[in-house]
Every structure is written in C-alpha cells, then in structure tokens.
C-alpha cells in the first residue's frame, strides 16, 4: 500500500484465526483464503481482485481527469456557461459569475440569453456541442478592447490633424519668408518719407 494505494491483498494463510482474518478486514485486504486451496478458487479469487484493481485505478483517472478538467474551467480567463438544449445554466466558472455580477446559486437554471441580454452588445459568444444534451458557451468581454481601439482611433486622429496642422505652418513660413524678405529689400531702397516705404512697413 505504500507503493500503491490502489494495490489489491489477498491472504493465503495454512495458520488462520480470529484475530488474522480481524487484522485482514481491518486492512482491507480483498479476500482471505485458507490452505490448502483449490488452484480454481485462487485463480477466480485473483481474477476478482484484478478486475476490481482494474476498476479502481480508472476510476482513479476518471476522478484526476474530472479534478484537471474543473481547475481548467474555473482558470479560464473567459466566462463560460454550461447549458442544456434550452439554454437553461447548469453550472458556471468564477468568470462567468463577475461577468454578470450574480452568483452561481442565482445562474443556476436561469436562461442563458436573458441572463446575458443586458450584455449584448459588447460580448463575443462561441458555443458547442459538449456532451448529448450540454452545451458549452464560451462568453468575452470587449468592452474594454472596444474603449482602447477607440482610445488608438481617436489618437491616429489626433496625430493626423498635428501633421496637417505642421504641414500648413511649414508652407505658410515659407510664403511669410518671401513677403518679408521682398518687402525689406523693397522698403530698404526708398527715401524715408516715401508712402511706399511706410505702406512696405506696415506689411512688414
């Protein structure tokens, strides 16, 4: 048993009495058998005891399986409903229960589309066959995928605008260079009291 907790005792003993077949009880031991016995009741008595062997260590992986397969459900980052063909909820992950702010008791044998209607709009929702009868249903949230996609949109806006606003200022200091510097060299040239000369000031 410190080997395999799932290992199978049968006892064969020439010396029994009260207290062996107590302490084999005790034990768990599959079966206790009394010398001499026949070769066919060993055979079946160790045939049992394999089949049951057999038994208990599939049950044993069935048991793991369900173990590995209920901490992979309730780990899931998405919410994910079990369903029948009604879409009635049979059961629900700890996702599944802050996506919709009820517990699993409230979810239990509710209706899938009227628990999530309040939701629709920014959910994604994929379904599938499970078992006969089951439906699983896995449910994301992108409301926030939504918000940040609009929060990159309007920061490409933004940053278009900046160019078009930098590209006009370029072209426009070039055109303010030309005027300025062609109406210093026009004013630089005329007498001081020329009308010219104060109207290429003022433009200056």
């Not at 302490?23 to 079966?31: F, G, M, T």
């Not at 992950?93 to 509710?110: C, E, F």
Request: no cysteine.
């Amino acid at each position: 048993r410190s080997i395999s907790p799932l290992l199978e005792v049968l006892i064969l003993t020439g010396n029994a009495s009260v207290e062996s077949a107590v302490r084999a009880l005790r034990e768990h031991s599959y079966d206790y058998l009394l010398k001499p016995v026949a070769p066919d009741e060993l055979v079946s008595s160790v045939t049992r005891a394999s089949e049951r062997w057999q038994r208990r260590r599939a049950e044993a992986a069935l048991e793991e399986s369900e173990l590995r397969l209920r901490r992979m459900f309730e780990g899931v980052g998405d919410a994910v409903f079990i369903t029948d063909d009604k879409q009635r909820i049979s059961d629900a992950n700890p996702a599944a229960v802050t996506l919709t702010s009820k517990s699993l008791d409230n979810l239990k044998n509710s209706v899938l589309h009227q628990v999530l209607t309040p939701l629709m709009g920014s959910l994604d929702i994929r379904s599938s066959a499970f078992a006969p009868g089951l439906y699983v249903h896995a449910v994301r949230d992108l409301s926030e995928q939504r918000r940040l996609e609009a929060a990159l949109r309007h920061a490409q806006k933004m940053e278009a605008i900046g160019r078009l606003a930098g590209g006009i200022a370029h072209d426009f200091n070039n055109l303010l260079t030309i005027i300025m510097s062609l109406g210093a060299l026009m004013a630089s040239v005329r007498p001081e009291k020329d009308p010219d000369r104060l109207m290429l000031q003022e433009i200056l």
